[in-house]
């Protein structure tokens, strides 16, 4: 287990954070939807909130203004793909996500900007004008291998996630979480707040991210998403 130094993190130890999240053209795409899922998630015991997209964090910041939100703006679907930029970061703060999940891998960003130089920026609260009046941001570096972790932990991001577990050609895409990559960052960085994501589907699972070492775990389709879950029955019958 990691040892937060922020409430907010604080806030989240051992507990479910829910990815609320519908992708472009789906039929639940929409910031109203996507509130109501998050209100309803809340409800049933998450304690705290994912989501994507200007419109749907600034609607969730302000229906749930007490829970942790973590925002992140995705631009495609390739490469560096999740809050590529400073420039989406910091809008993505200032829609209300007190938490940024940007992309953190070792991958060249857009803006030709270092991990480092992108977390510092969000950590002294500088909204691009000049000014340094805004809140500071918390940061999540979505990794996807060890070595992405280790570096974004390098960088000063205060929750590393395993969101692009699989998702970057660094590990095979596990049918379930990928609970030796949590294992090795937790072993590694006992001390960075560690946040279990991807392919967790079932609660037996949620648990076993735990109990690998993740200080918290966000659970996002297999709660969220419908069209997906409606295919697993489907599927099976
Ligand atoms: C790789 C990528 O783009 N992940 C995204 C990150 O925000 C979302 O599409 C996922 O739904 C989220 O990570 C939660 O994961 P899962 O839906 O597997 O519980």
Redesign the pocket.
């Known amino acids: 287990m990691s040892t937060p130094t922020h409430p907010v993190i604080d806030a989240l130890r051992g507990r479910l954070i829910v990815?609320c999240?519908a992708?472009p053209g789906e039929p639940m795409r929409h910031p109203e939807t996507m509130a109501q899922i998050a209100q309803a998630a809340v409800e049933g015991g998450a304690a705290g909130i994912?989501a994507?997209g200007l419109a749907d964090i600034a609607l969730i910041a302000e229906r749930l203004p007490d829970v942790p939100l973590i925002g992140?703006w995705?631009v495609g679907?390739d490469g560096v793909?999740?809050t590529p930029t400073l420039r989406h970061a910091r809008a993505v703060h200032a829609a209300g996500a007190g938490i940024v999940?940007i992309d953190g891998t070792r991958r060249t960003r857009p803006d030709g900007l270092t991990l480092a130089g992108t977390v510092a920026a969000l950590h002294a609260g500088d909204t691009g004008a000049g000014d340094t009046g805004a809140e500071p941001a918390l940061v999540m570096a979505?990794c996807g291998s060890v070595d992405d972790a280790l570096a974004a932990a390098d960088a000063g991001a205060d929750l590393i996630?395993t969101?692009?577990a699989?998702?970057t050609g660094d590990r095979p895409k596990t049918d379930g979480p990928d609970l030796d990559l949590l294992t090795r960052i937790a072993d590694r960085l006992p001390d960075v707040p560690l946040i279990a994501?991807?392919?967790?589907?079932t609660p037996a699972q949620a648990t076993a991210a735990r109990d690998a070492g993740a200080h918290a775990v966000?659970?996002?389709?297999?709660?969220?998403?419908p069209t997906?879950i409606t295919g697993w029955f489907a599927a099976a019958l």
Request: proline share 0%.
């Open positions: 990815s999240q992708y994912r994507q992140l995705k679907a793909f999740i999940a979505d996630g969101t692009l699989g998702y994501e991807g392919r967790i589907h966000v659970v996002g389709t297999a709660i969220t998403h997906t």
